[in-house]
């Protein structure tokens, strides 16, 4: 920050602060990549132990552990810190970790804005759990915030707000700086159809990020001056309308669910064709496919609002729509099986989560479909078999997609392989207890239990009770994975550059561990 | 200070500056939930992020002035500045769109559903679905006011705005025909003219809350009409004192004919805010 750091620069020998510092003045992407990891892993901790009380007050009908208020601060709570605290910042550390070194830039196109992105997080971080301890307690609305309920509520609300604006700009900044990394930092002669498919997602989330994440802003700034400063966007009173918020909401929302998924497409599409020792079957209908996929998602977003009394043009309209979407998102299952067809495949833990990630995303979209018919939404909506459907691609999707990307990696990243036994422990244990806890919901919801509610009907138990127990395996079972990941830090054989036989890119021309700058000169790609 | 001196991409030393800003957000996040709840010294707390926020953006940006001084940005780490500014506008537009939207939204469809649905007319018979509006519930409690009439300030601040577009152009061939000169008039008169825009739109607000009733809480209406002309003014704010910060780098000596994409950035913003503000113009102050 001195002159004399600044200084430093011409000569070429930079300046490392040690310690603490280090990580709090970074302009390195792969510390930031490193930091943006471990954020991501403790919201999963936070967000997951919300899960399991949620689940152990489901255990049995009637209420038995807490307030119903503060079952809805857990609902609502584990909402938010997932998807803005876990997921979104664990994609986004891949980001930083792997499109410098695919495509042979020497960091981020803006290292220090990149630092700004990451130290934002644990600033909101510390707003939305931290309002637990606030008197009223944190945010009962659902993650959704919709008025007027989310107009009533007290302290934690307006934080939750800032909150939020406050995640956006760390987004709307992260993505700046991965598509103009994308877009001006390639290696000569990487044209862009030449791109790692991983790259070609994030470009196109990047760009749906900067394009809602300033209309997530507005609707939640018109939430905090309907809250506090005496305007009536959502007051029906004041000629405003409840159901305009969700308008903007879902406009941002749709796109955001792409957001969660599309990088996990791109890490999928770099494991299948390592392991099956094939190239990417239909590079470019995958491209085609992600960027359909991003155009689409901005005119479905009423799919979420079939309840509220759309008129039947929109109805069909944002019906029709959202079934169109099945066409590119087929497109790429079709895609990642036809690269494993006739491959040399072998098993090792990315490939078994990639290859459960294709069998299960697939449900939590043949789901999406029913939940798109608007005649059928109607009985469904709001009910359990919502929760399993947005479980299924979020968890077994996304979340999977973060795993099998750790463990496709981390070998590049430690210096050391993982411990494969130990991880396909962790493999097995995960899909079997996601699917206890998550597909007994598609008959809770079918026989028509509603979410969000602590008590239920004395029918719904068993089911219940058998989700519950799954979610405690699940849960538990990601200690394995912390293990295996320490495991792989402190030791372990040694990685070679090209850690797995049919991987192909540049980030596998360099050492293992990759050192701490890399591609200071640009490769040639031919 | 020649531009491609390095074909090395400039990567920046550790910076304190973004956990600086960090610790401003959430001072000025803690600060305002304070001020909007009443807690003792909210007020200085948020004072204090805020100026927090201030030390980092003169100490930030002074660093990227000086890195750009010192030639240290090649042609490649331009290219990036070019690409970050347009989609941070483009963020910009899209923060724009949610209120617009809203405006639309209540307009077009759900103010005229108020009128139209059976419940309403039970609940407030009397009350016609036009507009500008407060609503229905507004209006029976005795909610009056007066919208805001196109031809007069408004009308003034459009032709302001737009003459300003053309003096930051003129100020921008100046300076690419390294006549300073012109540089610095064309940005000084630039400046005067966001200043006196904001001085106006101050005005107006002020003959609003006074003599015409029209208040944020004057329904959807003020809510619409003071959420989108507050934003802009507030972008203006911003474009007027970038443009301030031109103006003294000009005076200083920075800036070649071919090297001064801060100016451009600027001018794009300007221009950017120029655009909302026809938009403003038409869609809020004229089809009323």
């Given at each position: 920050m001195s002159d004399a750091a600044t200084d430093h620069a011409d000569h070429g020998h930079p300046v490392h602060p040690t310690g603490i510092m280090r990580w709090l003045t970074t302009t390195n992407h792969k510390d930031i990549g490193t930091m943006y990891l471990w954020f991501a892993l403790i919201m999963l901790f936070s967000a997951g132990t919300m899960a399991l009380l949620i689940r152990a007050e489901l255990f049995h009908p009637g209420l038995q552990l807490m307030r119903p208020d503060f079952f809805n601060q857990l609902t609502t709570m584990h909402g938010l810190i997932m998807i803005f605290g876990a997921i979104m910042p664990a994609f986004t550390g891949f980001a930083n970790w792997q499109i410098p070194l695919m495509l042979g830039a020497p960091d981020m196109a803006f290292p220090r804005m990149n630092n700004w992105s990451f130290w934002l997080l644990p600033v909101a971080g510390v707003m939305l759990l931290g309002s637990f301890w606030l008197p009223g307690g944190a945010v009962a609305g659902g993650w959704t915030m919709y008025p007027p309920l989310f107009i009533q509520g007290g302290v934690s609300y307006d934080l939750t707000i800032l909150a939020i604006h406050i995640m956006g700009l760390s987004s709307i900044m992260g993505s700046i700086n991965i598509i103009t990394t994308i877009l001006n930092m390639?290696?000569?002669?990487?044209?862009l159809m030449k791109m790692p498919l991983f790259c070609w997602t994030w470009l196109i989330t990047a760009y749906l990020l900067i394009a809602t994440m300033p209309v997530l802003a507005g609707a939640v700034t018109m939430l905090l001056t309907d809250r506090n400063f005496g305007t009536h966007f959502f007051n029906a009173a004041g000629g405003g309308d409840p159901v305009m918020f969700q308008h903007i909401f879902w406009f941002f929302g749709h796109p955001e669910v792409y957001i969660l998924i599309l990088p996990a497409f791109g890490i999928v599409s770099q494991i299948i064709p390592t392991f099956a020792r094939k190239?990417?079957?239909?590079y470019a209908s995958m491209v085609y496919a992600t960027a359909s996929i991003a155009i689409l998602s901005f005119i479905v977003w009423a799919h979420h609002m079939?309840?509220?009394?759309?008129?039947v043009a929109a109805q069909l309209f944002f019906m029709f729509s959202t079934m169109l979407i099945a066409v590119p998102t087929g497109v790429k299952v079709f895609n990642w099986v036809a690269t494993m067809w006739k491959g040399s495949l072998t098993f090792e833990t990315p490939m078994l989560f990639a290859i459960a990630f294709v069998c299960l995303f697939t449900i939590g979209g043949f789901s999406g479909l029913v939940l798109a018919m608007a005649p059928v939404d109607i009985q469904l909506q709001d009910t359990y078999y919502v929760v399993a459907h947005f479980h299924y691609v979020l968890v077994s999707g996304a979340l999977f997609a973060i795993f099998a990307g750790i463990y496709f990696w981390l070998p590049k990243w430690t210096g050391h392989m993982y411990n494969e036994t130990l991880g396909k422990i962790h493999f097995w244990f995960s899909v079997v207890g996601m699917n206890i806890v998550f597909f007994p919901m598609h008959f809770l919801g079918l026989a028509g239990m509603p979410r969000r509610i602590p008590d239920y009907a004395l029918q719904f138990t068993q089911f219940n009770q058998i989700a519950s127990v799954g979610a405690y395996i699940f849960g538990f079972s990601q200690l394995i994975f912390v293990a295996v990941v320490l495991k792989a830090i402190r030791g372990g054989a040694k990685a070679p550059d090209r850690v797995w036989e049919g991987a192909e890119g540049l980030?596998?021309?360099?050492?293992s561990p990759a050192p701490y700058h890399t591609f200071e000169t640009a490769p040639v790609v031919k | 200070m020649s531009l491609a001196q390095t074909d090395r991409y400039y990567l920046p030393q550790p910076s304190l500056w973004p956990i600086i800003g960090s610790v401003a957000l959430l001072t000025m996040a803690v600060g305002g939930v304070m001020t909007i709840h009443d807690v003792n010294h909210g007020g200085w707390v948020l004072l204090a992020g805020v100026a927090i926020l201030f030390f980092m953006m003169f100490g930030w940006f002074g660093e990227v002035i000086r890195d750009s001084e010192a030639g240290r940005y090649n042609k490649q780490v331009d290219s990036s500045f070019r690409w970050s500014m347009s989609w941070f506008i483009f963020s910009e537009v899209m923060f724009f769109a949610a209120f617009f939207g809203a405006l639309f939204y209540t307009r077009v469809l759900s103010v005229p559903w108020l009128g139209e649905s059976d419940t309403m007319q039970q609940l407030w018979p009397t009350f016609k679905a036009t507009w500008p509006t407060a609503g229905p519930g507004l209006t029976a409690d005795g909610m009056k006011f007066t919208p805001m009439e196109a031809w007069g300030i408004p009308a003034i601040n459009t032709l302001l705005l737009l003459s300003s577009g053309v003096t930051v152009t003129w100020a921008h061939w100046g300076l690419k025909r390294n006549n300073r000169a012109q540089l610095i008039l064309g940005l000084a008169m630039t400046v005067a003219l966001g200043a006196t825009f904001l001085g106006l739109q101050a005005f107006e607000y002020h003959h609003a809350y006074t003599k015409m009733g029209l208040t944020l809480g004057a329904g959807v209406y003020g809510a619409t009409f003071f959420m989108l002309t507050g934003f802009h003014g507030f972008h203006v704010l911003v474009g007027t004192t970038m443009l301030i910060v031109m103006l003294l780098r000009s005076i200083a000596g920075h800036f070649t004919p071919e090297h001064h994409f801060a100016f451009e950035a600027v001018s794009w913003y300007w221009h950017f805010v120029d655009v909302v503000w026809v938009l403003l113009f038409v869609l809020v102050y004229w089809l009323i």
């Open positions: 390639r290696a000569p002669g990487l044209t190239p990417l079957f239909g079939f309840a509220v009394g759309l008129p980030e596998w021309t360099v050492p | -």
